[in-house]
């Protein structure tokens, strides 16, 4: 069974930074994309950031570009989601999400199969 666990998230003030952890486990393939994908109230899910474990490549929306950093660890199977100089308009769910695509990343609207549980982050100002 494919499972994502995330891990982190909170409650923090503007300006400060936070990290989310997302590991695999059960998938076979050493070859797929992890998004990060945000929802909040009332608001459609949006993509935020993507990295490819076949090449690394990285994707990130313009919202985002400087502040996140995605990265990735193959031997653990374990993404992570580095978020700085948060801003209120941050605050949702985070869900990683994983794609079975191998592709470099130039998007981050991918179809993906299987999801993490999600984890909130609230940004008070």
């Known amino acids: 069974e494919v499972q994502l666990v995330e891990f982190g998230g909170g409650l923090v003030q503007a300006g400060g930074s936070l990290r989310l952890s997302c590991v695999v486990s059960?998938?076979?393939?050493?070859?797929?994309?992890i998004g990060w994908l945000r929802q909040a109230p009332g608001k459609e899910r949006e993509a935020v950031s993507c990295i490819s474990t076949t090449d690394g490549s990285t994707y990130y929306r313009d919202s985002v570009k400087d502040r996140f950093t995605v990265s990735n660890d193959n031997a653990k199977k374990t993404a992570h989601l580095q978020l700085n100089d948060l801003k209120p308009e941050d605050t949702a769910t985070y869900y990683c999400?994983?794609?079975?695509?191998?592709?470099?990343?130039?998007?981050?609207?991918?179809?993906?199969?299987?999801w993490g549980q999600g984890a909130q982050i609230t940004v008070s100002s």
């Open positions: 059960g998938f076979t393939f050493d070859d797929y994309v």
């Open positions: 999400a994983l794609s079975m695509t191998v592709a470099t990343m130039t998007r981050c609207n991918w179809e993906y199969d299987y």
